[in-house]
Structures are given as C-alpha cells and as structure tokens.
C-alpha cells in the first residue's frame, strides 16, 4: 500500500476511534442525565406528581415516535445522497411536528385530564416540535459535517441539562415548571449549537420544496413501525391515567426508568450483533439459527443474572428511593423479563432483516401492539400496575414467537439443505 494510501486507512482510523470515543462519552452523560433526573425530580416530586409527567411523557413518547424517530431513520439518508440541506426534509420535519403537536393538544382534554394544559403544552413543544427540528438539523449536519458533529451536539445537551439538573437539585425547587424548563434549555442548548456550526437555511436563497413521493412513501413506513413500537411500549402509562393511577402511575414510570438502566447492557449487544447478523444472512443463511441461539443464551443468562441483582442489591438502594422504596421492588422483577423478551424479538428481526423481510418485523410489533393493548383494557381497571405488566409481557410473548417463527421458516426456505450438505450445483 502507498504511504498516501495508508495515511488515509490511519486517518479513517483515527476519525472512528475519535468518533467512538465521542459516542461512548456522549451516552455516558446521557445516562447521568436520565438518572440524576430520576433522583431529582421522582424522589422530590413524589409518585402522583411524577405519575403526571409519566403521563405525558407517555403521549409525547408515541408522537415523537411518529415524528422524531421515524426522522432519524430516513432523513439522513436522503440528505446524505442530496449533499445536505434538502428544504424538503424541513419542511417534512417541520410539518409533521406541528401535526403531531396539535393532536396532543386535541388529545389532552380526554386522556390527560389529571394533568395541568400549560404543562402538556410545553412538554409538547419541546419533545414534539422542537425535538422534531433538531432531528432535522443533525441529519443535515451528519450528511454535511460528519458523525463526530451531530455526537458533540448531543453531548452539549446531555451535559447543559445535567447542569439545570444540577441547580434545581441545589435550590431544591423541583415542580412540574422546572422539568419542563430544564427539558426546554437542554434541547435548545442543543438547537442553538447546530444554528453555531451552521446557519438554518435561508428561506429566501432557498426555494421551499414538498417532499418527494418516495420520501413521505418511507417516511409513512418508519412512522407506522415506529408509532407502533411506542403504543406498545408507552400506551399502558395513558390507560393508567385514563383509570385514575396517577400514584401507581408514577411507581411504574420509576421502575420503568431503573429498569432502562438495565436493558443498556443488552441493547448494546443486540446492537452489535446487527452487522454480523447481516453478513452471515448474505453468505451463509443457514448459520442465521445457530449464530442467533447463542444471542439468545446471553440474553436468558443475563436476564437471570438481572433478576439475582435486582434481589440480592435492593435493600441497599430501597433506603435510597424514599417512598418508592417499598414498591418498586416487585416492579423491577416482573419488568425483567420483558426486556429479556424485547432483545430475544430484536435478536430474531435482525434476522430477518438481513434475509430482506423487513415487512415481517411490521406484522410482528402490530400483532403485539394489539394484544398489548386490549390486555392494558381488560387488566388495568382491576389490576392497575400489575395489569399493565402483564399486558407489555403479554405483547412481547407474542411478538418473539412470530419473529422467532417467521426467521425459522424463512431459513428454511432460503438454505433447506442440512448443515454440512455439499455446495449446491448450478
């Protein structure tokens, strides 16, 4: 290899590790962030206030699915082939925020009526609105600037909320108004760091365009996968309020929060796995079982370990929780093993994936989404909490089972052959 050539594999070298290193630090912050959020704002506010903003945190989360999410997915990508700066993708990213935004509004009075209309309209704009925009901004700069751009911008907002967090901690001042107030100067910290790095686009140097077809095409695609996923995910929390649980509401966002620092180690190895997984479904799909069984013995493993842990270690940290103390404990052991369950449907859609049935993976979460949610019906008015766990275990039982059993059958057409058979002839 020439010295230029090998200059440059040092230099792409140097940019991912920087980049990598940028990324690990960036969620570092972020899960400081989430947790000292969580000490501040649940143990200070109590269960019924933080079963408020578990509520709405609940709608923002499905919206922002639908807008935020789905953006990230697609946006990069069409930026990334038309150089940055499409109008289209804002006025895509935009518009779509703004739609989702009014129907929280509309959807406020009936399914958030425990909750004051100022705070679900601030927390609206910021997880919605603004949320939605910054999406757009990072995937201009990811196509324009690079990775290392959009995760420093990430960064600034992990670490300029942990500081509000910080003076609301220091004041003692934790009320609905400064949860939404340190939300609001985290996401614009972040807004205003990618106008620094470069300005908004200017609506009269460039000409506003509708999206392409084949944009809203995926856009509609990613929206309902995703907006799926959330009702899912986050529904439980809205069918708890509209029954009045606002006080298990907030034990159940608590658990809910401890149980996603939990879930990180998993969601990493599910994550890593996905290119590999891709790999062996393009060379070898007959491997795709075997490769696939031994994620899942980690996930099991783990998800026993995880259970030993919560056990063995709560007394140590119930002293910790105030209130939720007491609580929480029975929470954390029944949501185990539906993270167990998430990352054995994750593991097998990888699969799929990478045989090209992506469409099976949108099947899968709407057959889930549908058990899911006529459980939350029929089990949260007699149950509450319990009912609610039962309800997500229910979804994700039915949800790994589909995918499990679609990427066998797929396999199985694609390379019926035994391990060990000879090379097919042409």
Not at 270 to 295: G, H, T
Not at 328 to 356: D, E, F, Q
Request: with cysteine; glycine share 12%.
């Amino acid at each position: 290899m020439s010295a230029r050539g090998e200059g440059g594999e040092a230099l792409k070298a140097g940019r991912i590790g920087r980049d990598a290193g940028l990324g690990m630090a960036g969620s570092a912050l972020g899960l400081i962030g989430s947790l000292a959020s969580f000490w501040v704002f649940a143990i200070q506010l109590g269960s019924v206030q933080y079963g408020r903003i578990g509520a709405v945190y609940a709608w923002t989360g499905i919206l922002s699915a639908v807008t935020s999410v789905a953006l990230s997915q697609i946006v990069p990508r069409f930026l990334m082939r038309d150089g940055g700066a499409a109008p289209s993708m804002y006025v895509l990213g935009i518009g779509t925020s703004l739609t989702c935004y009014a129907l929280l509004l509309g959807l406020a009075p009936f399914s958030l009526s425990g909750v004051g209309y100022g705070f679900v309209a601030a927390a609206g704009v910021i997880e919605i609105v603004l949320q939605g925009l910054l999406t757009v901004r990072t995937a201009d700069l990811l196509a324009t600037s690079g990775y290392h751009t959009v995760v420093a911008i990430r960064s600034i907002q992990h670490l300029v909320r942990l500081l509000a967090i910080g003076v609301v901690w220091l004041t003692g001042s934790a009320s609905l108004g400064t949860f939404a107030l340190v939300q609001l100067v985290g996401a614009m910290s972040a807004l205003v760091a990618t106008v620094a790095l470069s300005p908004l686009p200017r609506v009269g140097r460039m000409p506003v365009k509708l999206p392409q077809r084949e944009i809203v095409y995926d856009y509609l695609r990613s929206a309902a996968l995703f907006g799926l996923l959330a009702l899912q995910n986050d529904y439980d929390k809205a069918v708890l309020v509209q029954f009045g649980f606002l006080g298990d509401l907030g034990y159940y966002a608590a658990a809910y929060k401890l149980v996603g620092f939990i879930e990180l180690p998993q969601g990493q190895l599910i994550a890593a796995s996905y290119r590999p997984m891709l790999q062996i479904a393009c060379d070898n799909p007959r491997l795709l079982p075997r490769e696939i069984a031994k994620i899942l013995r980690v996930l099991v493993a783990y998800g026993f370990l995880a259970e030993i842990g919560v056990i063995a270690c709560y007394p140590l940290a119930a002293s910790l929780l105030g209130e939720y103390g007491p609580v929480l404990k029975p929470l954390l052991v029944a949501l185990v093993p539906v993270i167990v369950l998430r990352g054995v449907g994750a593991a097998c859609s990888n699969g799929l994936i990478g045989l090209g049935h992506i469409g099976l993976s949108f099947w899968a979460t709407a057959l889930a989404t549908a058990v899911s949610i006529a459980l939350y019906y029929a089990l949260i008015p007699v149950y509450s909490w319990r009912g609610a766990v039962a309800g997500t275990l229910g979804g994700e039982v039915v949800a790994a089972a589909f995918l499990a059993l679609a990427l066998r059958r797929k396999v199985r057409e694609v390379a019926p052959r035994p391990l060990g058979a000879g090379a097919p002839t042409a």
